[in-house]
């Protein structure tokens, strides 16, 4: 994991509650995680355009399958 | 499309309310829904209570309980209305339109116009973009602006996306025209290509009731609903907002010749708190100046949220003193409708609920 993906996710996890609870790892599957749910996806989309100014729709953040997905949209 | 109309000035609000209140904990709890899920929803979204319509009760009942306390309180401007417009998405009948209903039910002088304006919770802004047109161009004295929904029953209880956002309730705006007043300033836009982002996908003229059954299915997330049901995508929803209130406010506040120091408040509509406290940091407004609690005590109220936030919020200061205000209403079509006015002192109502008929 590049520092920089290190710090997109640390960043991710501390405002996404659903990720919050998962291991750290980047291969963790969303799937698997309980809160992992619509609501989850709008913290993300959230984050996105508060940290990056990124606009994510809700069908790019959903076909994410990891946590390396997710890190990848927001760089 | 922008526009400046001259000459107009808010005489009165009223809000009338649904009487039976429902918790969303409570509510999640029966249902079976697990206990921490629930509190991190209400925590986040800001789910907390909402008050809804009673058993018979519509739009059109809520609105009519406003309007006759606001015109008893507002006798002057009461005895000049001209015209009843009437914002919802939840009439009584596909025909006649629930201002013609009100318009009758009132008493209303047949010399009276009354048309109806099918939107939601952009529509006050709308509507009141309608009435400052009248009575800056039109020849109307006063207009009898009414805006409400019932739209807690459009969902499907087993939708837990949508269901627990809505409360329901009816608001009554006087306009009066008033050369010594205005101007009020409008930034009014659509975004039709994506309308379907909110839908109730049939029970209209192109899929009529009982053409087909209507049946139920569970999406990703194990949310139900029918095509009858009222869906959000709530992720393209927020995109929405994101994206196009921010620019509303800053284009109606440039209209006005408006910077935020000289702005008393940025009234939202009361979607949710999630979304408020995103809009109002892009906005650029401070949290103290963007009344953000009320959904927590009446849920989303549609077209209703913003009068309901200007009594509720800033109505002391409001039936005081001169207030410089922004709102901006968005919702279905996509619409939305940003409006910067000068208003108060204005004659305003306790929000009251509207108690079931015995």
């Given at each position: 994991m590049s520092s920089s993906e290190e710090r997109r996710w640390a960043a991710l996890r501390a405002e996404v509650d659903a990720l919050a609870a998962?291991?750290?790892?980047?291969?963790?599957?969303?799937?698997?995680?309980?809160?992992?749910d619509s609501l989850a996806v709008l913290l993300v989309i959230t984050h996105a355009e508060q940290a990056y100014g990124r606009t994510l729709t809700g069908a790019q953040v959903r076909a994410c399958r990891t946590a390396r997905d997710l890190v990848a949209l927001l760089s | 499309m922008q526009t400046s109309l001259p000459a107009v000035r808010l005489a009165g609000l009223a809000v009338t309310t649904g009487p039976l209140v429902r918790d969303f904990l409570a509510d999640g709890l029966a249902a079976g829904q697990e206990p921490g899920a629930l509190e991190r929803t209400a925590r986040t979204v800001g789910l907390r209570r909402r008050l809804v319509a009673a058993p018979g009760q519509t739009a059109l009942d809520l609105c009519a309980d406003a309007a006759t306390r606001l015109l008893a309180a507002c006798p002057e401007a009461a005895a000049q209305v001209d015209a009843v417009i009437f914002v919802t998405q939840t009439p009584d009948h596909a025909q006649p339109n629930n201002a013609s209903l009100l318009h009758g039910r009132l008493g209303f002088a047949r010399t009276v116009a009354a048309y109806d304006v099918a939107l939601g919770c952009s529509g006050w802004v709308y509507g009141l973009q309608q009435a400052a047109l009248l009575c800056a161009h039109g020849g109307a004295r006063s207009v009898l602006l009414c805006a409400g929904d019932?739209?807690?029953?459009?969902?499907?209880?087993?939708d837990r996306a949508t269901d627990p956002l809505f409360g329901d309730a009816g608001s009554a705006t006087l306009v009066v025209r008033d050369p010594a007043a205005g101007p009020w300033h409008f930034v009014l836009g659509a975004d039709g290509a994506r309308a379907r982002v909110i839908e109730v996908p049939a029970g209209g003229a192109r899929s009529p009731r009982g053409r087909e059954p209507w049946v139920e299915r569970a999406d990703a997330d194990g949310n139900v609903r029918h095509p009858g049901d009222l869906h959000m995508d709530g992720a393209e929803v927020f995109n929405f907002t994101l994206r196009e209130v921010p620019a509303a406010v800053a284009d109606v506040m440039a209209l006005a010749g408006w910077t935020e120091p000289v702005v008393d408040a940025l009234v939202?509509?009361?979607?949710?708190r999630f979304v408020l406290s995103s809009l109002g940091r892009k906005c650029g407004f401070p949290a103290a100046k963007t009344p953000m609690d009320l959904v927590e005590r009446f849920g989303n109220q549609s077209s209703a949220s913003i009068p309901c936030a200007l009594v509720e919020a800033l109505g002391p200061e409001l039936g005081r003193r001169p207030l410089r205000l922004v709102a901006c209403g968005f919702g279905v079509g996509l619409s939305w409708g940003a409006v910067a006015l000068t208003a108060g002192p204005l004659t305003l109502l306790p929000t009251a609920p509207l108690l079931p008929s015995p």
């Amino acid at each position: 994991m590049s520092s920089s993906e290190e710090r997109r996710w640390a960043a991710l996890r501390a405002e996404v509650d659903a990720l919050a609870a998962a291991p750290a790892g980047l291969d963790t599957a969303l799937a698997g995680l309980p809160q992992w749910d619509s609501l989850a996806v709008l913290l993300v989309i959230t984050h996105a355009e508060q940290a990056y100014g990124r606009t994510l729709t809700g069908a790019q953040v959903r076909a994410c399958r990891t946590a390396r997905d997710l890190v990848a949209l927001l760089s | 499309m922008q526009t400046s109309l001259p000459a107009v000035r808010l005489a009165g609000l009223a809000v009338t309310t649904g009487p039976l209140v429902r918790d969303f904990l409570a509510d999640g709890l029966a249902a079976g829904q697990e206990p921490g899920a629930l509190e991190r929803t209400a925590r986040t979204v800001g789910l907390r209570r909402r008050l809804v319509a009673a058993p018979g009760q519509t739009a059109l009942d809520l609105c009519a309980d406003a309007a006759t306390r606001l015109l008893a309180a507002c006798p002057e401007a009461a005895a000049q209305v001209d015209a009843v417009i009437f914002v919802t998405q939840t009439p009584d009948h596909a025909q006649p339109n629930n201002a013609s209903l009100l318009h009758g039910r009132l008493g209303f002088a047949r010399t009276v116009a009354a048309y109806d304006v099918a939107l939601g919770c952009s529509g006050w802004v709308y509507g009141l973009q309608q009435a400052a047109l009248l009575c800056a161009h039109g020849g109307a004295r006063s207009v009898l602006l009414c805006a409400g929904d019932t739209l807690s029953r459009s969902t499907n209880p087993r939708d837990r996306a949508t269901d627990p956002l809505f409360g329901d309730a009816g608001s009554a705006t006087l306009v009066v025209r008033d050369p010594a007043a205005g101007p009020w300033h409008f930034v009014l836009g659509a975004d039709g290509a994506r309308a379907r982002v909110i839908e109730v996908p049939a029970g209209g003229a192109r899929s009529p009731r009982g053409r087909e059954p209507w049946v139920e299915r569970a999406d990703a997330d194990g949310n139900v609903r029918h095509p009858g049901d009222l869906h959000m995508d709530g992720a393209e929803v927020f995109n929405f907002t994101l994206r196009e209130v921010p620019a509303a406010v800053a284009d109606v506040m440039a209209l006005a010749g408006w910077t935020e120091p000289v702005v008393d408040a940025l009234v939202l509509h009361q979607a949710n708190r999630f979304v408020l406290s995103s809009l109002g940091r892009k906005c650029g407004f401070p949290a103290a100046k963007t009344p953000m609690d009320l959904v927590e005590r009446f849920g989303n109220q549609s077209s209703a949220s913003i009068p309901c936030a200007l009594v509720e919020a800033l109505g002391p200061e409001l039936g005081r003193r001169p207030l410089r205000l922004v709102a901006c209403g968005f919702g279905v079509g996509l619409s939305w409708g940003a409006v910067a006015l000068t208003a108060g002192p204005l004659t305003l109502l306790p929000t009251a609920p509207l108690l079931p008929s015995p």
